[in-house]
């Protein structure tokens, strides 16, 4: 039997007063995988992450997270670890004293892969986090969220400040502990170069809704690039269409051309922003 996903909702909603942040969400994210979540400003991106942390509830639908109603108790939260937008962490105290405050609320603490982490992120134990770089105050916030060992990570725009450099460097971060715990990681970002890199599942959110979701490989295996709406085959939907830039999805088309990630994902952007510029099945 397989494992539940680690995360389904069904036609998960949520309103703050009259404004929708997520309406009607319907989405199943395999384990083992490094997960990106775009969508541009607004889009629920961070609402939706909230609610897979419990920070919030839904208006309405559900939404399981490991097979539970999300931080369902203790035991539950400590398989979830979060890395909040801006990656927050306590400015007066030191990097060290961040491990041992980490080693003290999760009963599944690992010492070593914390000590590990720090050295291999270059960063100085003795140093108070008030005083890191933005790099450095996200490989530190990184780190405290890898030591729980969960089995899934969640990541708001954490490297959306950083420096190409040091976004490289924690975006490779990321993706070894994941692959090292076996984890799944949900990363939430406007870079679409960022997401290209390291995830292999790709959530497209805009206005409070999934326009497109699925393995990035299955993804890119069923959108293609023709010069033309007209070139697509029957049965295939014209996802986004402008002056040398179609996709479309559906069979493979006689002449298509392989879109990559950033473009796919930009197509159906462009077609959320603009409703009425594309979205014909032929
Ligand atoms: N606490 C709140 N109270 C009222 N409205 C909110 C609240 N949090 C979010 N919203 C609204 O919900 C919508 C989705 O916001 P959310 O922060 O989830 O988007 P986002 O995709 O994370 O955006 P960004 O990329 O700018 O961080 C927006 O219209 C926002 O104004």
Not at 150 to 156: I, K, R
Not at 185 to 205: E, F, I, K, P, T
Not at 264 to 271: D, E, H, N
């Amino acid at each position: 039997m397989n494992p539940p996903p680690v995360l389904h909702a069904e036609r998960l909603t949520k309103r703050y007063g009259r404004r929708t942040a997520l309406a009607d969400c319907d989405l199943s994210v395999p384990r083992g995988h490094v997960v990106g979540l775009v969508g541009p400003n607004g889009a629920g991106k961070s609402t939706l992450l909230q609610l897979v942390c419990g920070l919030i509830t839904p208006t309405s639908g559900t939404l399981s997270v490991l097979g539970s109603p999300p931080a369902a108790d203790a035991a539950h939260l400590a398989r979830v670890g979060f890395v909040a937008q801006d990656t927050p962490v306590y400015a007066s105290l030191t990097v060290a004293e961040h491990l041992r405050m980490g080693a003290w609320l999760n009963p599944s603490w690992d010492v070593a892969l914390a000590r590990r982490r720090i050295t291999e992120a270059g960063l100085d134990p003795g140093q108070r986090a008030g005083r890191l770089s933005g790099g450095q105050r996200a490989q530190l916030a990184l780190t405290i969220a890898a030591a729980k060992r969960p089995e899934l990570v969640v990541l708001d725009e954490p490297a959306a400040a950083l420096d190409p450099l040091a976004r490289r460097d924690f975006l490779r971060g990321l993706v070894d502990f994941v692959r090292e715990l076996g984890a799944t990681a949900v990363l939430s970002s406007h870079l679409l170069g960022d997401v290209a890199q390291v995830c292999d599942h790709l959530v497209v959110l805009c206005d409070g809704r999934v326009q497109v979701a699925g393995p990035v490989t299955d993804l890119l295996a069923t959108h293609h690039r023709v010069d033309d709406p007209a070139a697509a085959p029957a049965g295939a939907e014209v996802v986004w269409a402008e002056p040398g830039r179609v996709v479309v999805r559906g069979p493979a088309v006689r002449g298509g051309a392989p879109v990559p990630l950033e473009e796919l994902a930009l197509a159906y952007l462009s077609r959320a922003a603009h409703p009425a510029g594309a979205a014909v099945t032929r």
